[in-house]
């Protein structure tokens, strides 16, 4: 259900006419009609103006479900942080770099040097320099 329906069910519901509802929310009459036609969107204050004379809260009003916008929020936040933890260290991104500068042979040198290392014991570390 749209903001439109709503408005439209709630000042039925109070018995008003869109003339009387307008002067109580002090806007015009034509803006009540076009919100419920669902040729305009309502603007802050003109929510805040039905939240409070109607007794409803904005989301209600607007339809949001926050426990709907939480899990999507969350699913978000897990994809972010698996991202996150993927992205390459200076370590990497320094690698990544000097070997996109090499010549395509010495590319697959150091691919196949970097393999050979790799299959032999990969226990054994490198000492550093």
């Keep these: 259900m749209s903001f439109a329906d709503r408005a439209f069910f709630l000042r039925k519901d109070a018995g008003l006419s869109q003339k009387q509802l ?8 034509s803006s009540i009609c076009q919100l419920e036609l669902k040729k305009r969107e309502p603007s802050c204050a003109i929510l805040s103006a039905y939240s409070n004379y109607f007794n409803v809260s ?7 479900n926050t426990e709907r916008i939480i899990n999507e929020f969350s699913e978000l ?20 770099k ?10 697959d040198f150091v691919l196949r040097t970097v393999q ?10 490198l000492k550093k320099f």
Excluded: C, H, M
């Design 98 to 107: 000097a070997f996109s500068s090499l010549l395509p042979e010495t590319q």
């Design 77 to 96: 936040l897990k994809d972010y942080n698996e991202l996150k933890n993927n992205l390459p260290t200076e370590k990497e991104k320094a690698l990544l």
């Design 116 to 125: 050979s290392l790799s299959d032999t014991d990969s226990t054994k570390s």
């Design 58 to 64: 904005i989301e209600f009003l607007l339809e949001i």
């Design 22 to 29: 307008a002067d109580k929310l002090r806007i015009s009459a």
